[in-house]
């Protein structure tokens, strides 16, 4: 007796533990259900608009909550430092311009005669320096025969020496005059050198870019929006010293959002770009239809905002799905749910 319950008891189990396994098998072998419903957050581009050129903000034409269109005004910087700057740049260009056409014109008829003048004049200075150093010469001469005889002192020969020197010195200078007229007159009629046009053509061009740079930071004074969209953050406010490539706001373009939604994985395979879902937010109401147009090639952890730890523990696919936001549902941060049905 004994034994036939031992041997039944044993069947009951194996059964039991057949079935379970094939229970087991058909689960993992079924396949997924023709719909799931997952979920996820809107997001949406964010474009910090700053400056280019340091300033003090002087006026900020947005708030948070305005529309702005692509190209719009939306903050001022103060320019009083670069338009002095800027007319200063101007002045520059001016003055160097003029003295590159005095170089290109070449030498003016009463240059020339000016600088002959000048020749004339030193090559004038020339005899009577000579004339006067003969005479100290012929006065040192006399002197030091003088002294020679007894007859003369040692002090009136070294004065006479010295009236040589000088007299020497004086006709130096005079023929270094002549040599210098006379370059400064062949430099007149030969006109300017390439050198000295191609510096003045060169000075006139770096104003001339100094000019371009002050007029450009002019203009990025007057900061424009580079997106349509919806000011979502001010950073900013009047008075404020603005740095370089510091925010002043932050313009959302709520025009085209996108769900980021999490797939399981025995599903990414039945998924497609430009599938069409149904995505839903908690406010209820009918779905608003959206596109998949992004899958990732890789696995992840559910994000910790989405569901419950049970949920955020699995591995899990990003899907972006394309929003139509025509009646401004769809806001950066809201939690969505989307349906997706499988093609049969």
Known sequence: MTTHRSRTSACLATLLVTLSAALAAGCRA????????????????EVQVASTVAGRL??????????????????????ADTELALNRARADVAQAEAQLRLLQAGARPEDVRQSEAQLGAARADVPPAEAELASAELDVQRFEQLLAANSGSRKQRDDAVARRDVARERVQAARERIRVAEQGLARVRAGARREEVDAARARVDAAAAQVATLQKSLSDATIVAPVSGVVTTTVADEGELIQPRAPILVI?????????????????????????????????????????????????????????AEDRSKLVYRIKVALDNANGTFKSGMPVEAEIVFAR
């Not at 947005?62 to 103060?78: F, M, N, P, Q, R």
């Open 252 to 308: 959302t373009d709520l025009d085209h959002p996108w769900a980021n939604v999490y797939v399981d994985e025995p599903y990414v395979p039945r998924l497609r770009v430009g599938d069409t879902v149904t995505v839903f937010t908690d406010a209820g109401g009918p779905g608003v239809p959206g596109r998949i147009s992004y899958i990732s090639e890789r696995a992840e952890f559910t994000p910790r905002n989405v569901q419950t």
């Open 30 to 45: 079924a396949p997924p259900s023709d719909r799931i419903r997952v979920s996820g957050q809107v997001d949406a581009t």
């Open 58 to 79: 002087i006026e900020r034409k947005v708030s948070e909550g305005t529309h702005v269109d692509k190209g719009a005004v939306v903050a001022v910087l103060d320019t």
